[in-house]
């Protein structure tokens, strides 16, 4: 495997929807890899887990760099919007 960076965060104040629902997630993990479904070649992969409930308690998302991209304005924008409320 060939990892190139990759960032753990906490997110034990959120939630997550797998096959079986709803579950409390834990962990955020981004990481920019070979994707596993997408077509590129390299992606920006993010995982969001809850290892104490088994490997099903995960959320997995490959994105291209334009797709990443554009995640994080909207995530800036809805935080920075978020924050005058």
């Known amino acids: 495997m060939c990892t190139y960076s990759t960032e753990k965060i ?3 104040a959120s939630s997550g929807k797998g096959p079986d629902g709803w579950f409390p997630l834990r962990t ?6 070979h994707p596993v ?10 995982d969001f887990l809850n290892p104490d409930r088994g490997p099903g308690a995960r959320v997995a998302v490959e994105l291209s760099l334009d797709s990443a991209r554009a995640l994080l304005e909207a995530l800036q924008v ?8």
């Open 10 to 12: 906490d997110v034990a």
């Open 28 to 33: 955020a993990t981004v990481y920019y890899d």
């Open 37 to 46: 479904h997408a077509p590129d070649a390299h992606t920006v992969n993010i």
């Open 78 to 85: 809805t935080v920075d919007r978020a924050k005058h409320h």
